[in-house]
């Protein structure tokens, strides 16, 4: 008998769609079925029972047992941001691609998706690709080796697998972000013990040492790194030694330094959250993606991955030229930082193109980055899209092309519907969250829209996220 927040030890047979490895406990009753996420099929784990169903029940991983005969040795420390990167790349893609089509064949209701299946557009990169990295301090550090729990400790790396309080030491490189980097963070960590300051102690909220983060450009091949403390102890944070250590291990590689001093308890590194004062060099990065510059600040929204979103765009741009007519108009909603709309500027003769979101510094950062780029008859609007979509009828019948790149969450329905009534011919749709998108998919499919094309992107390899590009067409048309 099953029960909740039992431990079992498990052996992974096959694979569902989000990394849940499914494992079946047998008896004369018959077949229970649990999932566990982030395991791989052939593993042995031992996982925690979360929630209990009738048949099923679904557990959080504790830890790898033993690995998959599939696994291979590599030269990089395991996290838990990239469970399967002992799984060799192809693995990876071919169960990526059958458990996401079993989703548009659950959730969306189509039949045979692989009628309409376009094609995988695999990383052109799958070590060090991530341009974006985020690192915790905690005086609670977990010790994967011996599994031991110290505490008073100073710890820098990335939290454990299932918990907010401990943190791993990054003692080499994760295989994901910038190689000299986390190799020479390991000394950084050892620099700044020696202020006699605390790591921040997530259950109590107190310390100083809390984040760091670092942006990388691969256009600059430049490093953008923003420390975050608290308030308390500062006199003894000799900024100085901070940056003399970053320029003589970086040399020109290190683009600036900033520092946020964060006393809110809330465990977040953004800026806003803070008093914050750049230490040394630039405050921004610029990286190019299909010719075009962009500027990108420590908050600013970019695609972590850019040498893959390079080809998500190149499809997705690829769909919207396919169907977009010269003069029309195009409307980009959940725009970020304008990206998309720039890249189709490039290739679409199009009258106008309007660009929504509802983050103000990434329209912000739109509207400079075109003026940068130097195009026009292009128009950013930082709204909320089902209130923008409200507040201008005059849209209405008016679309030629609509693009849409929600947030994980999806649409709401509300302003699905709205972006459905401003009856545009085609619907180029990418989604971080397929099963979203399936969802939608239903939904579009009653009120006259019809996907006509699917393809998938592998932006982050090692994990279990992939990234779905749709084209809907009108069917009335």
């Given at each position: 008998?099953?029960h909740r927040?039992?431990?079992?030890d498990?052996?992974?047979?096959n694979?569902?769609?989000?990394g849940?490895?499914?494992?079946r406990?047998?008896?004369?009753e ?5 999932f ?8 042995i ?10 048949r ?9 047992l033993?690995r998959s ?22 693995k ?7 458990t ?7 959730i969306?209701?189509?039949?045979d998706?692989?009628a309409?299946f ?7 990169e799958?070590?060090f690709y991530?341009n ?13 080796e ?17 918990t ?5 030491n ?7 972000f ?12 050892e ?6 300051l ?29 420390i ?8 003894r944070f ?5 940056v003399?250590?970053?320029?003589e291990k ?7 330094c900033w520092h946020?001093i ?7 590194a953004?800026i ?6 750049l ?6 990065v610029?990286e190019?993606?299909?010719g ?5 600040s420590m ?6 991955n ?11 741009i ?8 010269e ?7 959940f725009?970020?930082?304008g990206?998309i ?8 003769q ?11 510094e ?24 089902g ?10 019948g ?6 849409l790149d ?6 709401a ?7 459905m ?10 989604s ?7 969802r939608?998919?239903e ?21 279990s ?5 749709a084209v ?6």
């Amino acid at each position: 008998m099953v029960h909740r927040g039992q431990i079992l030890d498990l052996e992974i047979e096959n694979l569902a769609f989000g990394g849940q490895g499914i494992a079946r406990l047998r008896s004369e009753e018959g077949e229970f079925v649990l999932f566990i996420e982030n395991t791989f099929p052939g593993q042995i784990v031992r996982a925690k029972v979360e929630k209990k169903r009738k048949r099923h029940g679904e557990c959080k991983l504790i830890e790898v047992l033993q690995r998959s005969p599939l696994e291979v040795s590599l030269p990089y420390q395991e996290i838990s941001g990239a469970p399967y990167i002992f799984v060799p790349i192809e693995k990876q893609q071919e169960y990526k691609k059958s458990t996401t089509l079993d989703v548009y064949r659950k959730i969306g209701n189509i039949k045979d998706p692989s009628a309409i299946f376009d094609e995988f557009i695999a990383s052109p990169e799958v070590f060090f690709y991530r341009n974006k990295m985020e690192y915790s301090f905690s005086c609670i550090e977990h010790v994967p080796e011996t599994g031991e729990e110290l505490d008073d400790a100073f710890a820098l790396g990335f939290k454990r697998r299932g918990t907010w309080w401990k943190v791993e030491n990054l003692n080499k490189p994760s295989g994901l972000f910038d190689e000299q980097w986390e190799t020479i963070l390991i000394e950084f960590r050892e620099l700044l013990k020696t202020f006699g300051l605390p790591a921040w102690h997530p259950p109590k909220k107190e310390g100083f040492f809390r984040h760091i983060v670092v942006r990388k450009s691969f256009d600059q091949d430049q490093l953008l790194i923003h420390i975050v403390t608290s308030s308390k102890g500062i006199k003894r944070f000799d900024t100085d030694k901070v940056v003399a250590f970053l320029q003589e291990k970086l040399g020109k590689r290190l683009a600036g330094c900033w520092h946020t001093i964060n006393d809110n308890v809330a465990d977040r590194a953004k800026i806003e959250n803070g008093t914050s004062k750049l230490l040394v060099g630039n405050a921004v990065v610029v990286e190019k993606m299909l010719g075009l510059s962009f500027e990108i600040s420590m908050e600013s929204f970019f695609q972590t991955n850019p040498k893959s979103a390079e080809r998500l765009y190149t499809k997705a741009i690829d769909y919207v030229c396919e169907n977009a007519k010269e003069n029309g108009v195009i409307m980009d909603l959940f725009c970020g930082t304008g990206t998309i709309g720039q890249l189709i500027a490039q290739r679409v003769q199009a009258s106008e193109i309007i660009g929504v979101d509802i983050v103000e510094e990434a329209i912000e950062d739109a509207k400079r980055n075109a003026k940068t780029n130097q195009l026009e008859h292009l128009h950013f609007f930082a709204a909320d899209v089902g209130k923008f979509l409200s507040l201008h009828p005059e849209y209405q019948g008016r679309i030629d092309s609509i693009v849409l790149d929600p947030p994980r969450a999806g649409i709401a329905p509300k302003t699905l519907l709205k972006v459905m009534a401003l009856g545009a011919k085609h619907i180029v749709y990418i989604s971080c969250n397929p099963s979203t998108q399936a969802r939608d998919t239903e939904t579009m499919e009653k009120h006259g829209y019809k996907m006509t094309k699917l393809s998938f992107v592998d932006q982050f390899p090692h994990t279990s996220h992939i990234e779905a590009i749709a084209v809907y067409e009108k069917s009335s048309f």
